[in-house]
């Protein structure tokens, strides 16, 4: 089973800015891979330090996981950043599930899996029916194949030698054989392309900084084929339509023999799995229909795989994130994220139900997060990653006969050695009941009675680890080491409207920041904070609530945005899908017709003249020409403003330079504008000379801004 836990913004939410970066495709990545096998070193105990933001930019970090079918052993990978290099290492380890074992390091995984917004997407190693070899793929000579290692350790061995990437492979449950969906040629002839004129046809966006050919080449979706690989012989086959069509529906059951091409349309089915005695499929779909639900939700429904009616698994769960059947096709179990409490918000809480439906019964409530489930073939035994706020990852065995977990493995164990500044959840409303949340990370060493400037990060909150917010660029804990109050703010959840119910789409940016303003009010009131020294920071919807924030309140003294609004450029410059989605989700057209009082009241860079807020941005290459207009109103308005771009980035920068280098200069520019610091250090001279420019500026746009008030007749 791998994790959909995000993107977190394809769960939840749907922005402009990933959407035209997943729509594009990736053209490459420029950091590096080191092929040395990463460790987990033996870490002394020492007296704990304040964290910084190398530290962050060096936690180890899972990317799949799973344990064997006998339950005795789970291999895992494990992937870290290197910054002298610019690069990633990765191990692939195994440990068994005795008590006090240490993991075996099997060496080196690969390269990352970088996924088409620059994210490493997890991707679980698989194992043999025997448990004694495990099978991952990695990059071998430019082309993406199949591995095989041994248990106990030694050399892997290259299973599939096809010319082109294996995309996934699964082990065939009826015979000795991989099932693999290898890569068909592409359709794009370069050649023939590059030799005659291209017809503009809507399907890829403009102002991208790469060629042309290589935007349409990944417009395209990937199209594979399926193969059989015999793991007697060696011998590769090419399945049969009959064959593709059966191992399609094993794998994931979204097919017109369950499902008719209605259902799968209209219901927004996601997902499904077969019984294993195939006669039942369990499947999720998405309900965005507001008179079926005012929000956005994700139930799960179960019905025979001939015949019969579908039976509402979970009719009042928001959201489920994984589910898998019992070895007896006779119970289905799931993981369920309900925001309705204070305490249940992410799916730590695992729960089974019959698959006839019915009661449900809880097996495990975590007070953290667990997620990423394997199951061993008897059911009983589940291997899953633990964190919470205060924890960053670590694997764990839960024995679903009990509901009792046990830790396996403590990835990163240099944490011992540092200063976690704690937290505190907080709840709030907006003016019209909608319930918002988010946790309070106290400045390290916290006194009481003295308030504190305040940094809001975004977009998902829970029960995690907080390390840097959606997108990983502000270092959470670096800066309450740094005298911040550091608020984690989820945006909630997304509402269903109807077509050109405009109003409604308009609740997207208006209820999230009414209830920030709620959090800084009862936090202001609690005598933490000082709230006329408040940070907004995000990436992607973060980065267009920043935008929206500075630009329709007064609530922020600085802010930092990864991204940009909702401006009319984006109309312009956006493919005919993204247009689309404009005109669908918010009913924006062109900015030119009569949808230019619609732009107005949610676009940035109409409303610059109001701005009064110092604003950094750190921009990925691919992305930043969908800012432009925000910028230079900003700019020609001589507003305090200042971006970085980040060259060969995507959505998420990957870059552990880049990484790092945003990390700290986020750090200082809050310093600067919140707590009148600068960093001593020579190198960063000229970076507050600027910055000192900036202020100027400001001091200068708020003079006249007086002035005007005062030339106002009364």
């Known amino acids: 089973m791998t994790s959909s836990r995000l993107r977190v913004i394809g769960q939840v939410s749907l922005t402009l800015g990933a ?37 962050l930019l060096n936690l180890r970090d899972f990317h799949g996981s799973q344990i064997s079918p ?58 043999s029916a025997d448990s004694q070899l495990i099978y991952y793929r990695m990059k071998s000579a430019e082309t993406w194949q199949v591995w095989r290692w041994k248990r106990e350790g030694g050399r892997p061995v290259q299973v599939t030698r096809f010319e082109r990437n294996v995309q996934s492979f699964q082990i065939a449950p009826d015979g000795p054989k991989l099932v693999l969906a290898v890569e068909k040629p592409s359709r794009v002839d370069p050649k023939q392309l590059a ?96 008179s079926a ?121 240099e944490v011992q050695n540092l200063q976690l500044s704690p937290a505190k959840r907080i709840d709030v409303f907006d003016k019209r009941g909608n319930h918002y949340w988010g946790h309070l990370v106290f400045p390290l060493n916290y006194e009481s009675g003295k308030r504190y400037p305040l940094i809001i990060t975004t977009y998902r909150d829970g029960d995690t680890f907080l390390r840097g917010g959606a997108g990983d660029e502000y270092p959470i804990q670096a800066f309450a080491a740094n005298g911040f109050a550091v608020l984690n703010f989820d945006f909630g959840r997304v509402r269903n409207s109807k077509p050109g119910d405009f109003e409604t789409k308009l609740l997207f940016f208006v209820s999230p920041m009414e209830g920030i303003d709620a959090s800084i009010t009862r936090l202001a009131d609690q005598g933490i904070v000082d709230r006329s020294r408040v940070a907004m920071t995000g990436l992607s919807h973060g980065a267009e609530m920043v935008d929206y924030g500075i630009s329709h309140t007064s609530l922020f003294r600085a802010a930092i945005a990864s991204g940009s609004g909702w401006d009319p450029i984006l109309y312009e410059l956006s493919s005919d899908f993204l247009r689309c989605n404009m005109r669908q989700q918010f009913g924006l057209e062109s ?71 945003i990390y700290q200069r986020n750090v200082d520019w809050c310093n600067f504008w919140l707590q009148d610091k600068e960093d001593p250090d020579p190198a960063k001279a000229e970076q507050y000379t600027r910055w000192r420019g900036l202020r100027k500026l400001e001091e200068n746009d708020a003079t006249k801004s007086i002035d005007a008030a005062q030339a106002r007749p009364e």
């Open 70 to 127: 006998d339950g005795k052993w789970v291999a895992f990978v494990l992937g870290q950043a290197v910054y002298d290099s610019n690069s990633y290492r990765s191990g692939l380890f195994v440990v068994s599930t005795e008590k006090n074992s240490k993991p075996i390091s099997l060496g080196s995984a690969g390269p990352p899996h970088w996924d088409d917004i620059n994210q490493w997407w997890p991707e679980n190693p698989q194992w």
């Open 591 to 661: 900015p030119d017709g009569d949808t230019r009082g619609r732009w107005q009241r949610v676009s940035p860079a109409l409303n610059a003249l109001h701005v009064r807020t110092p604003l950094l941005i750190n921009a990925a290459d691919s992305e930043y020409a969908n800012g432009m207009q925000w910028v230079t109103a900003l700019r020609d308005l001589k507003k305090p403003i200042e971006m970085f771009i980040y060259a060969d980035e995507l959505h998420v920068k990957n870059q552990p330079k880049h990484r790092y280098e």
């Open 19 to 55: 959407l035209g970066c997943a729509a594009s495709g990736q053209l490459g990545n420029s950091s590096g891979f080191d092929p040395t096998p990463l460790q987990i070193p033996l870490v002394q105990k020492l007296p704990p330090r304040p964290v910084t933001s190398m530290d």
């Open 195 to 290: 030799e005659h004129g291209i017809l503009y046809d809507g399907s890829f966006p403009a102002g991208e900084p790469k060629p042309l050919l290589h935007q349409i080449r990944d417009a395209l979706a990937i199209e594979t084929e399926t193969w059989f690989h015999d793991l007697r012989d060696g011998r590769d086959r090419k399945a049969t339509d009959a064959e593709t069509k059966a191992y399609t529906l094993l794998e994931s059951g979204i097919d017109e023999k369950l499902f008719s091409k209605k259902e799968i349309e209209e219901l927004h089915i996601v997902r499904a799995k077969i019984s294993p005695d195939g006669q039942s499929v369990v499947y999720q779909t998405s309900v965005d229909d507001p």
């Open 293 to 413: 639900s005012a929000n956005l939700v994700y139930p799960l429904f179960v019905k025979p795989t001939v015949g019969g009616k579908p039976v509402a698994l979970t009719p009042n769960v928001y959201y489920v994130e994984q589910f898998w059947w019992s070895p007896d096709s006779k119970q289905i179990y799931y993981t369920q994220y309900d925001d309705t409490g204070a305490d249940d918000l992410l799916p730590s809480k695992l729960m089974v139900v019959s698959a006839s439906g019915g009661e449900t019964r809880k097996i495990s409530d975590s007070p953290g997060y667990l997620h990423d489930y394997s199951v061993d073939r008897s059911g009983r035994f589940l291997a899953c990653i633990y964190d919470n706020n205060n924890v960053p990852p670590e694997l764990e065995l839960l024995d679903a006969s009990t509901g009792e977990t046990r830790l396996l493995v403590d990835v990163n164990p």
